[in-house]
């Protein structure tokens, strides 16, 4: 199988850049996007500056505590049509090069260019460039041969990164990163890895697969033996028909604040409900997500009997969901899904 070319493209700081563009006086302090813009009320962090992140800012964070963190900042509304303009005229460019795309959210894609004919790392700064000039937004590149390589090449030096792993170089780029930088490796299955004494992805790499698959399950405990090694062979898969559209957000302090969760699920069932629309779908099964602090995990669903892609209908059977759940510890996530999907 001949080496591929994958292009990991992540816009920096979206939500924030998007605002700078509009308000460009605003360049080089500390922005703060999320709810409608007022740290007093309740509501989460969608995006953060990099001027705002210095002072311990994150995406998730209740706005109270990122006011608290860094009250200099300055606080702006979500504004997710501006948004999505932006990551349309983003998608416009890449699909210039290659159809084969697949996009992740608003402002991240990979690209398979593999038999466009073209160098990657000319594709690249060419594509940089050009959302540079035409975009007036900065990006994050990744090039390796698997999707895998090229997310963590991309992530490698933010923001305005252009990072390059070559074959030749897995072993030594991989081996001393922190096993947590590996994709797929979130905090519960960190704390495990460094309860078998694995630390870095180096260690994880010298584990045997039949140690990992004992400790992690078969498929697993395989995806982390192949990924320690730089193996991935899963395919840039491009537009597909979606059979759900979903949104989560990670709180950045666990909470039982159920004003807090509930106003975040508001926001998360608003983005879903009018990309339904945009995308000229109607739903009828609606999926409530919570994750609790210990990382157990429910989901509860409600089927109605007519297609539907109204928010207040939507709004109404995800309450109905919410008030039949109970909150006994601490929440982490929650997510917010509709399915069940028919073109209008």
């Known amino acids: 199988?001949?080496?591929?070319?994958?292009?990991?493209?992540?816009?920096?700081?979206?939500?924030?850049?998007?605002?700078?563009k509009k308000r460009p006086e605003l360049k080089g302090k500390p922005i703060i996007v999320g709810g409608d813009g007022d740290p007093a009320k309740r509501g989460v962090v969608s995006a953060a500056s990099y001027e705002a992140r210095k002072f311990?800012?994150?995406s998730g964070m209740p706005l109270r505590t990122a006011y608290k963190k860094c009250p200099q900042a300055i606080f702006l509304p979500v504004d997710f049509e501006a948004y999505e303009n932006e990551s349309e005229k983003f998608m416009s460019i890449l699909r210039e090069y290659t159809p084969l795309i697949e996009s992740f959210g608003l402002d991240e894609a990979f690209m398979d260019v593999t038999e466009t004919g073209k160098n990657a790392l000319?594709?690249?700064?060419e594509l940089k460039k050009r959302i540079?000039?035409?975009?007036?937004?900065t990006t994050s590149v990744g090039i390796a041969p698997n999707k895998l390589l090229a997310k963590m090449a991309s992530d490698m030096n933010k923001?305005?990164?252009f990072t390059v792993i070559r074959e030749k170089d897995i072993e030594k780029i991989l081996s001393l990163l922190p096993v947590r930088k590996l994709w797929g490796v979130g905090e519960k299955t960190e704390k495990r890895l460094h309860e078998l004494d694995i630390k870095t992805i180096g260690d994880l790499a010298k584990a045997p697969v039949q140690h990992l698959v004992r400790n992690f399950g078969e498929a697993f405990g395989r995806m982390l033996y192949e990924h320690s090694h730089g193996i991935d062979e899963s395919p840039v898969v491009p537009f597909y028909e979606p059979s759900s559209f979903s949104r989560e957000v990670t709180f950045q302090e666990d909470t039982r604040d159920l004003y807090l969760i509930k106003e975040t699920l508001f926001e998360l069932a608003k983005d879903v409900t009018d990309r339904l629309k945009d995308n000229e779908y109607k739903a009828r099964t609606v999926t409530l997500k919570i994750r609790y602090r210990d990382f157990h995990t429910i989901t509860r669903a409600k089927t109605v009997e007519e297609l539907t892609n109204s928010f207040s209908d939507i709004w109404a059977t995800a309450m109905e969901i919410f008030n039949k759940i109970d909150f006994p510890k601490e929440v982490r996530l929650v997510g917010f899904k509709v399915s069940g999907l028919e073109k209008n």
């Open 1 to 20: 199988m001949p080496t591929r070319s994958i292009i990991h493209i992540d816009m920096d700081a979206f939500f924030a850049s998007v605002e700078l």
């Open 56 to 58: 311990g800012v994150r």
């Open 122 to 125: 000319d594709i690249a700064r």
């Open 132 to 137: 540079r000039e035409e975009l007036g937004l």
């Open 159 to 161: 923001p305005n990164g």
